[in-house]
């Protein structure tokens, strides 16, 4: 028994072995490039030519208040659409997807279908339609430029997941409800969006990085200096630095902050969400 237990724990042992160093592969080909940002936002131009793997000294912390000051503006506009779009899109995203999961009704089908569809096709196949109806509607060089576009289409993908999510519910949590009384949205605001906390967390995260990063929408309809996002601030930075890397360097550094910090307050319902998704 001893000598199988000791076979087991070799098989066992060997198995995890090429796991844990798969993983270690992984892990350093996506931190390496983030630690050379790092090391590299803390150099002037004469230490960036000494090397890009170590850090130099004295740190030059001129670099980060330099890109500070020059991407506040920008942050605060990427702040700004990001946030009402990622909070509509999760808003938009629960309430229909509440709706196609919970209750059956003439052209659900449909309706879902559709939404289906405008899923598969390649979002840069509507760039053209999309730009000409902001121009018809005036909008151009405005952030409701970015903010229609982004509600409209940055829900598809989270009606999606939240219905298959409903679906899982029990229906006699809702149907007690409603026995005492309780009105169909009162159920969707005190139930359902409870019990869809992990899925919608999952939700915002995924529009939050897609609205954040975006680049080619917010390039197309976005001329004036004082409403570009990050992306376009960071382009317009590069343009004047030159070949003052370090302070280009910083401005990503503190471009990606925000994002990391949202996703560290959520992770653990992110985590949870996607083991809630594999169980079902």
Request: with cysteine; aromatic share 14%.
């Amino acid at each position: 028994m001893l000598q199988a237990y000791k076979a087991n724990k070799r098989k066992i042992s060997a198995g995890t072995v090429i796991n844990r160093v798969m993983l270690v592969i992984f892990l350093i080909f996506t931190l390496v490039p983030f630690y050379v940002l790092i090391v590299n936002s803390f150099k002037t131009q004469n230490q960036l030519l000494g090397g890009v793997l170590f850090f130099s000294y004295p740190l030059y912390w001129k670099n980060y208040s330099d890109a500070f000051v020059k991407m506040l503006p920008f942050i605060w506009n990427s702040v700004t659409v990001t946030v009402v779009s990622t909070a509509g899109v999760t808003f938009l995203a629960a309430l229909c997807g509440y709706a196609f999961g919970h209750y059956v009704f003439r052209g659900k089908r449909v309706l879902f279908a559709a939404i289906l569809v405008n899923m598969m096709i390649p979002s840069i196949l509507t760039l053209v339609p999309s730009y000409l109806v902001i121009i018809r509607l005036g909008l151009y060089n405005t952030q409701f430029a970015l903010l229609l576009p982004y509600l409209a289409g940055g829900s598809v993908m989270g009606i999606y997941l939240v219905r298959g999510f409903v679906e899982q519910l029990p229906k006699t949590v809702f149907e007690a409800a409603k026995i005492d009384g309780i009105s169909e949205f009162r159920c969707f605001i005190s139930i359902g969006i409870p019990l869809l906390g992990t899925i919608l967390t999952t939700v915002s995260i995924l529009a939050l990085l897609n609205f954040w990063n975006d680049i080619v929408w917010p390039m197309l309809v976005i001329e004036k200096s004082a409403l570009k996002t990050i992306p376009l601030g960071l382009l317009e930075f590069n343009q004047q630095q030159g070949s003052n890397k370090g302070a280009l360097f910083a401005g990503y550094i503190l471009a990606s902050i925000p994002l990391l910090v949202y996703f560290a307050l959520n992770m653990r319902s992110f985590m949870d969400s996607l083991t809630e998704g594999a169980i079902k």
